[in-house]
Nanobody
């Protein structure tokens, strides 16, 4: 079955960086778009960034554009989120998600499979 396992979260000071990773298994990874979402306490889950099946197109929320970079390795079945210039408002649980399609838009309904999440906490 589909399995997504995130790692790489942690506590970091404002301005710092982290690299989040998501290990995927259980289907043909290179067929699917992938995305990262996040959910802060008391807030709805929001789209962060997405990448299409072959990694040729990426999409970002305006709030992270220029600071976050999504990438994938279709040999290792991994998707990554490099987060830089972190702000306290980036504090959230970050989730990796598998798209129904080869593309990766911002609608959470397009993602039937999710990981358990990794916590990112940014101190001021």
């Amino acid at each position: 079955q589909v399995q997504l396992v995130e790692s790489g979260g942690g506590l970091v000071q404002a301005g710092g960086s982290l690299r989040l990773s998501c290990a995927a298994s259980g289907w043909t990874f290179s067929n699917s778009g992938m995305a990262w979402f996040r959910q802060a306490p008391g807030k709805e889950r929001e789209f962060v960034g997405g990448i299409n099946w072959r990694g040729s197109s990426t999409y970002y929320a305006d709030s992270v554009k220029g600071r976050f970079t999504i990438s994938r390795d279709n040999v290792k079945n991994m998707v990554y989120l490099q987060v830089t210039s972190l702000k306290p408002e980036d504090t959230a649980v970050y989730y990796c998600a598998k798209s129904r399609w080869g593309t990766a838009g911002s609608r959470s309904d397009d993602y039937p499979s999710w990981g358990q999440g990794t916590q990112v906490t940014v101190s001021s």
